[in-house]
C-alpha cells in the first residue's frame, strides 16, 4: 500500500471535436431549441388564428378534442372542466405538453435532424388535425396555417440547433485541462445562442398573447357591432319590441335582506357553463336557423327573418346539472325572443317526432322531448332566446339566439350559439352529454339555498335574517321551510315569485343564541312535492340533498 496521497488528476481531454454540422450540441441546448421552436410554431398558430376567422386556435382545438374524448371514467374531471379558470387550465395545460414535446423534439435532433423536422411537422398536424374538426374552420385556410407555423418551426429549430452547436463547439474548445471553465457569458458563440433563443422565446410569447387577446375578444366585437340599441340603430339590426312583454318584478319581488341573491341576475353576474375553450364569434349576416328532420318542410331563417315573429318575453331561472347543493351555477334572467313553437310550426312538426336536438355552431348538441313543451295538458313557452335582460345576448351566453326551455337542465335544452334545431326521435339521436354519463331526461329538481348568513360565519346574539332563494322550475315553489340544530321546521316568508319558471327569495327571523348552530333549508314545489333530503351527487341527473351550514353565535 502506498501512503502517499495520491492525486487525482482529471482524465486528458478528447481532442476538440472540429466546428461543424456533425458537431453535436448539448442536451440543455438542444431541448431548449426545440422548445423555443415549438413556442414559435404555437405563436404562428394563435397569431392567425387570432388575426383570420375560419381558422380555429390550435391550443383551443387540442383542448376540445380532450374534452370530447375524454374517457367516462373521467367524467367528473371534465364535469368540473366547464367553469371558466378550469377551460384556462386546460389550455395551459395542452401549452405545457407541447413545450414538453418540442424540448424532446430538441433531444432527438441530437440524433437525427431529419426526425426532429418531422415531429415538428407532425405536432403541428396535431393542431391541424383538431381544428378541422370546429364546424366553424375553413378547410383550406387551417391548411395554409398549418403550412405556415410548420415553416416557423422547422425554421426556429434548424437556426437554434445550428447556434447551438456553435455554441457547443465553443465550450469544448475552450474545455482545456487545468484551466478553469470560462464563464458562459465569455463565449460570444453561447451568448449569441442563448440571445437567438431568449429573443425568439420572447417574440413567441408576445405573438402568441395578441393572438390570444385577438381571440377573446371577437366574438364580444361581433356582438356588439353586430345589434343597435332599440331606436340607435348603431349595429346593423335592431330588435323589435316584443308583443308580449313581462312587467318589470314589483317591490314584493324582493327582500332588503343584505347578501341575498338579487331576484334577476345581472348579465355580468350570470354562471357561465359550456364546452367552448374560446367564445364561439357569429356573423350575424350570414348566421341562420335551419329546422330539419321529420318536419314537413325544412325552413331556414335568417336573424332579422327571425325577429320579426312575434316575440315574447318570460323570466325563467335556468340551471347547470353539475351544480352541487348550495352552488351558484343557477341564475334568472328576463328572455326575449319568437317562441320556438311558432318556428317548428313553420316547418310542420310530424307525428312520430319525439325528439327535439338543438345544435350550435360549434357542433354541441342537446336533446329534449318534443312532449315538453307540446304537451296540450301543460305546453311551455320555450323561446329562441335573442335578449337577454334587454341586451342583445351577450357573445359568451350564446349570441345570437340561444334556446331557453322553462323546467330543464341546461345540458338538454338551453343550447348557445344556436344554428339548427332537428326534429327526431328519442331513440335516433343521444345529444352530447348522455353518451359521456348524463342522464337523456332532465327536468330541473327542486332546490333551495341558504345565502345569508354565509356557512361559518360569526355572528352576534339576537334577532338574525336567514335568507336565500329556492326554485323548481317550472312547478314554481310553495313554501320554504328551516330548520335550526334538527329542530322542527319552520315556514318562511316567500317573496312574490316572477313565474313558476323562477326562483323566488325566502326569508326567515331567528333570535340567535350563544353558541354554534347547524341551519338546514328545504322548499315544497308546486305540486307538493318535498325536497328530498336525500343525498346524490351531480351525476347522472342532478344534485339533491339539503343546503345546510353552520355558524357561531357570541
Ligand atoms: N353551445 C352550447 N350551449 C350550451 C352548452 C354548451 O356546452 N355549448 N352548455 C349548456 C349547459 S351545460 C348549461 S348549464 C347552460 C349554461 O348557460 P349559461 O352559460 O348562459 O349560463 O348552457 C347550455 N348550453
Ligand atoms: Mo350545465
Same mark, same amino acid.
Given at each position: 500500500m502506498?501512503?502517499?496521497?495520491?492525486?487525482h488528476?482529471?482524465e486528458?481531454?478528447p481532442?476538440?471535436?472540429a466546428?461543424?454540422?456533425?458537431?453535436?450540441?448539448?442536451?440543455g441546448?438542444? +431541448?431548449?431549441s &426545440? %422548445?423555443? =421552436?415549438a413556442?414559435?410554431?404555437?405563436? @404562428? /398558430?394563435? $397569431? *392567425?388564428a387570432?388575426l #383570420?376567422?375560419?381558422i380555429?386556435s390550435?391550443i383551443?382545438?387540442?383542448?376540445?378534442?380532450?374534452?370530447?374524448?375524454?374517457?367516462?371514467?373521467s367524467?367528473e374531471?371534465?364535469?368540473?372542466?366547464?367553469?371558466t379558470?378550469?377551460?384556462?387550465?386546460?389550455?395551459?395545460?395542452?401549452?405545457l405538453?407541447?413545450?414538453?414535446?418540442? +424540448?424532446?423534439? &430538441? %433531444?432527438? =435532433?441530437?440524433?437525427s435532424?431529419?426526425? @426532429? /423536422?418531422? $415531429? *415538428?411537422?407532425?405536432l #403541428?398536424?396535431?393542431?391541424g388535425?383538431?381544428?378541422l374538426r370546429?364546424p366553424?374552420?375553413?378547410?383550406p385556410l387551417?391548411?395554409v396555417?398549418?403550412a405556415?407555423?410548420?415553416?416557423?418551426?422547422?425554421?426556429?429549430?434548424?437556426?437554434l440547433?445550428a447556434?447551438?452547436?456553435?455554441?457547443?463547439?465553443?465550450?469544448?474548445?475552450? +474545455?482545456?485541462p &487545468?484551466?478553469? =471553465?470560462?464563464?458562459?457569458?465569455a463565449?460570444?458563440?453561447?451568448?449569441?445562442f442563448?440571445?437567438?433563443?431568449?429573443?425568439?422565446?420572447?417574440?413567441?410569447?408576445?405573438?402568441?398573447a395578441i393572438?390570444?387577446?385577438?381571440?377573446?375578444?371577437?366574438?364580444?366585437?361581433?356582438?356588439?357591432?353586430?345589434?343597435g340599441?332599440?331606436?340607435n340603430?348603431?349595429?346593423?339590426?335592431t330588435?323589435?319590441q316584443?308583443?308580449d312583454?313581462?312587467?318589470?318584478?314589483g317591490?314584493? =319581488?324582493s327582500f332588503?335582506?343584505?347578501?341575498?341573491t338579487?331576484?334577476?341576475?345581472?348579465?355580468?353576474?350570470f354562471?357561465?357553463i359550456?364546452?367552448a375553450?374560446?367564445?364561439?364569434?357569429v356573423?350575424i349576416?350570414?348566421?341562420?336557423?335551419?329546422?330539419?328532420?321529420?318536419?314537413?318542410?325544412e325552413v331556414?331563417?335568417?336573424f332579422?327573418q327571425?325577429?320579426?315573429?312575434p316575440?315574447?318575453e318570460r323570466?325563467v331561472?335556468?340551471?347547470?346539472?353539475?351544480?352541487?347543493?348550495?352552488?351558484?351555477?343557477?341564475g334568472?334572467?328576463?328572455?326575449?325572443?319568437?317562441?320556438l313553437?311558432?318556428?317548428?310550426?313553420?316547418a310542420?312538426?310530424?307525428p312520430?317526432a319525439?325528439?327535439?336536438?338543438?345544435?350550435?355552431?360549434?357542433?354541441w348538441t342537446?336533446?329534449?322531448p318534443?312532449s315538453?313543451?307540446?304537451?296540450?295538458a301543460?305546453?311551455?313557452d320555450?323561446i329562441i332566446?335573442?335578449?337577454?335582460?334587454?341586451?342583445?345576448?351577450?357573445?359568451?351566453?350564446?349570441?345570437p339566439?340561444?334556446?331557453?326551455v322553462?323546467?330543464?337542465?341546461?345540458?338538454?335544452?338551453?343550447?348557445k350559439?344556436?344554428?339548427?334545431i332537428?326534429l327526431?326521435?328519442?331513440?335516433a339521436v343521444?345529444?352530447?352529454?348522455?353518451?359521456?354519463?348524463?342522464?337523456?331526461e332532465?327536468?330541473?329538481?327542486?332546490?333551495?339555498?341558504?345565502?345569508?348568513?354565509q356557512d361559518?360565519?360569526?355572528l352576534a346574539a339576537?334577532?338574525?335574517?336567514?335568507?336565500?332563494?329556492?326554485?323548481?322550475?317550472?312547478?314554481?315553489?310553495?313554501?320554504v321551510?328551516?330548520?335550526?340544530?334538527q329542530?322542527?321546521?319552520?315556514?318562511a316568508t316567500?317573496?312574490t315569485?316572477l313565474?313558476?319558471?323562477?326562483?323566488?327569495?325566502w326569508?326567515?327571523?331567528?333570535?340567535a343564541?350563544?353558541?354554534r348552530h347547524?341551519?338546514e333549508v328545504r322548499a315544497?314545489?308546486g305540486?307538493?312535492a318535498?325536497q328530498?333530503?336525500?343525498?346524490?351527487p351531480?351525476?347522472?341527473?342532478?344534485?339533491?340533498?339539503?343546503?345546510?351550514?353552520?355558524v357561531s353565535?357570541a
Amino acid at each position: 500500500m502506498n501512503d502517499q496521497p495520491v492525486l487525482h488528476r482529471p482524465e486528458p481531454m478528447p481532442p476538440a471535436p472540429a466546428a461543424g454540422p456533425q458537431t453535436r450540441p448539448g442536451t440543455g441546448r438542444s +431541448a431548449l431549441s &426545440g %422548445l423555443v =421552436a415549438a413556442a414559435a410554431a404555437l405563436a @404562428a /398558430g394563435e $397569431l *392567425v388564428a387570432g388575426l #383570420v376567422p375560419g381558422i380555429p386556435s390550435p391550443i383551443a382545438a387540442v383542448g376540445s378534442a380532450a374534452i370530447d374524448f375524454a374517457p367516462p371514467g373521467s367524467k367528473e374531471v371534465v364535469v368540473g372542466l366547464f367553469g371558466t379558470a378550469d377551460k384556462a387550465a386546460l389550455m395551459v395545460l395542452v401549452t405545457l405538453v407541447v413545450l414538453a414535446a418540442g +424540448a424532446a423534439i &430538441g %433531444l432527438a =435532433a441530437r440524433r437525427s435532424v431529419t426526425l @426532429a /423536422g418531422w $415531429l *415538428v411537422v407532425a405536432l #403541428v398536424a396535431v393542431g391541424g388535425l383538431a381544428s378541422l374538426r370546429d364546424p366553424t374552420a375553413a378547410g383550406p385556410l387551417v391548411v395554409v396555417a398549418a403550412a405556415l407555423q410548420a415553416g416557423v418551426g422547422l425554421q426556429a429549430l434548424l437556426v437554434l440547433l445550428a447556434s447551438a452547436r456553435r455554441a457547443t463547439t465553443a465550450s469544448a474548445a475552450e +474545455a482545456v485541462p &487545468g484551466v478553469p =471553465a470560462a464563464t458562459p457569458e465569455a463565449s460570444p458563440a453561447r451568448r449569441a445562442f442563448l440571445l437567438r433563443a431568449g429573443g425568439l422565446g420572447l417574440l413567441a410569447i408576445a405573438g402568441g398573447a395578441i393572438g390570444r387577446t385577438l381571440l377573446g375578444g371577437r366574438a364580444a366585437a361581433e356582438a356588439a357591432a353586430s345589434i343597435g340599441g332599440s331606436g340607435n340603430g348603431s349595429g346593423a339590426l335592431t330588435i323589435p319590441q316584443a308583443v308580449d312583454p313581462v312587467p318589470s318584478p314589483g317591490p314584493d =319581488a324582493s327582500f332588503s335582506v343584505p347578501g341575498i341573491t338579487p331576484v334577476v341576475t345581472p348579465n355580468g353576474q350570470f354562471y357561465r357553463i359550456d364546452t367552448a375553450l374560446i367564445t364561439p364569434s357569429v356573423d350575424i349576416a350570414s348566421w341562420t336557423l335551419r329546422v330539419y328532420g321529420m318536419v314537413d318542410r325544412e325552413v331556414t331563417l335568417t336573424f332579422e327573418q327571425l325577429v320579426q315573429l312575434p316575440l315574447i318575453e318570460r323570466y325563467v331561472t335556468i340551471a347547470c346539472v353539475s351544480n352541487e347543493v348550495g352552488g351558484n351555477l343557477v341564475g334568472n334572467a328576463k328572455w326575449t325572443g319568437p317562441r320556438l313553437a311558432d318556428v317548428l310550426a313553420m316547418a310542420g312538426v310530424q307525428p312520430g317526432a319525439t325528439q327535439i336536438v338543438p345544435r350550435s355552431v360549434d357542433g354541441w348538441t342537446a336533446g329534449f322531448p318534443t312532449s315538453w313543451i307540446t304537451d296540450p295538458a301543460h305546453p311551455r313557452d320555450a323561446i329562441i332566446a335573442v335578449e337577454m335582460n334587454d341586451a342583445p345576448l351577450p357573445a359568451e351566453h350564446g349570441f345570437p339566439a340561444r334556446l331557453i326551455v322553462p323546467g330543464l337542465y341546461g345540458y338538454v335544452s338551453a343550447t348557445k350559439w344556436l344554428t339548427e334545431i332537428q326534429l327526431t326521435t328519442l331513440e335516433a339521436v343521444d345529444a352530447y352529454w348522455v353518451p359521456r354519463g348524463w342522464a337523456k331526461e332532465a327536468p330541473i329538481l327542486t332546490q333551495s339555498r341558504i345565502d345569508v348568513p354565509q356557512d361559518g360565519a360569526s355572528l352576534a346574539a339576537g334577532p338574525v335574517a336567514v335568507a336565500g332563494v329556492a326554485w323548481a322550475p317550472d312547478r314554481g315553489i310553495s313554501k320554504v321551510e328551516v330548520s335550526i340544530d334538527q329542530g322542527p321546521w319552520q315556514e318562511a316568508t316567500l317573496a312574490t315569485e316572477l313565474s313558476p319558471a323562477t326562483w323566488v327569495q325566502w326569508k326567515l327571523a331567528w333570535q340567535a343564541a350563544p353558541g354554534r348552530h347547524v341551519i338546514e333549508v328545504r322548499a315544497t314545489d308546486g305540486t307538493g312535492a318535498v325536497q328530498t333530503s336525500r343525498v346524490t351527487p351531480p351525476a347522472p341527473d342532478g344534485a339533491r340533498g339539503l343546503d345546510t351550514i353552520s355558524v357561531s353565535v357570541a
